[in-house]
Structures are given as structure tokens and as C-alpha cells.
């Protein structure tokens, strides 16, 4: 499979229309699908919280997408 430019744009778009923010997206081959581990969410941390949003399941259901960095910018107390 390969992404041309019009493809690589409108995924950026709908992805950018979705989140309701400007993002970036890279593509990475691979050889076979890898499956994504289903772990438990956490009570009260970060990941746990990123997994329960809507935003984030939907993403997780049609893209396959995974986790990977969680950057929180509430206050700290």
C-alpha cells in the first residue's frame, strides 16, 4: 500500500477534524499486523484517563491506533 499526497492530506485533515487540533502523522511499515495489547486502565492516571475518552476509543476502533505518549498539561499541586 502506499500514500500519495492527496491521501496523506485528507487523512491529516479528517484526523485534524476530528481531534479539533492540528496534528502530525507518520506512517511506519511493517511487515504483518501486530496485535494491540489490551490492558486494563488504571485508576485516576494518565493512560487510564486517554483510553476512557471518546476521542481516543474511536481512534483505537478504526485505525488500530495505540497509546504511546501521554502528555499532561494540568497544573500540578
Known amino acids: ?5 492527496d491521501a496523506k492530506r ?3 485533515a479528517t484526523a485534524s ?7 502530525k502523522t507518520k506512517v511506519i511499515s511493517g511487515g ?3 496485535a494491540v495489547p489490551n490492558t486494563p486502565a488504571s ?3 494518565g ?3 486517554a483510553e476512557q475518552d471518546p476521542i481516543v476509543q474511536r481512534m483505537k ?3 488500530g491506533a495505540e497509546i504511546r505518549t501521554i502528555i499532561d ?3 500540578k499541586r
Open 61 to 63: 476502533e478504526k485505525f
Open 17 to 23: 477534524g476530528v481531534l479539533g487540533r492540528p496534528i
Open 43 to 45: 485508576n485516576g492516571g
Open 73 to 75: 498539561y494540568r497544573e
Open 1 to 5: 500500500m502506499s500514500f500519495g499526497a
Open 32 to 34: 504483518t499486523p501486530q
Open 10 to 12: 485528507i487523512m491529516i
Open 47 to 49: 493512560r487510564g484517563r
